[in-house]
């Protein structure tokens, strides 16, 4: 299994970006996906996860009600809606994939990852 992010980017605070996990192979469709983020000198924290189908989602705290994750399996792309924007969201975002099609909050919990795409949010 191949993971790979994009839309990473400068936004000012208040703004939105859409992150995208594209996933190679028949895998996509069959389990449980996440985000998350890191900033230097601290662990990988958890932003969001997804059900192998889609039909159940789970959001960390400082991200409730500002993001929105989902997944196109048509596409083989896991995306992130991120609105409202604030500085304290600038990290390295990261998606990954368990090979169960339901998955937990730990990093450890997952098998995949992709290689990351940069947020910067600007006061």
């Known amino acids: 299994v191949q993971l790979v992010e994009s839309g990473g980017g400068l936004v000012q605070a208040g703004g939105s970006l859409r992150l995208s996990c594209a996933a190679s192979g028949r895998m996509f469709s069959a389990y449980a996906m996440a985000w998350f983020r890191q900033t230097p000198g601290k662990e990988r924290e958890f932003v969001a996860r997804?059900?192998?189908?889609?039909?159940?989602?789970y959001y960390g705290d400082p991200v409730k009600g500002r993001f929105t994750i989902s997944r196109d399996f048509d596409k083989n792309t896991m995306y992130l809606q991120m609105d409202s924007l604030t500085p304290e969201d600038t990290a390295f975002y990261y998606c990954?994939?368990?090979?169960?099609?339901?998955?937990?909050?730990?990093?450890?919990?997952?098998?995949?990852w992709g290689p990351g795409t940069q947020v910067t949010v600007s006061s």
């Open positions: 990954a994939l368990k090979l169960s099609r339901i998955s937990g909050i730990s990093a450890e919990d997952y098998d995949y």
């Open positions: 997804i059900t192998w189908d889609g039909r159940n989602t």
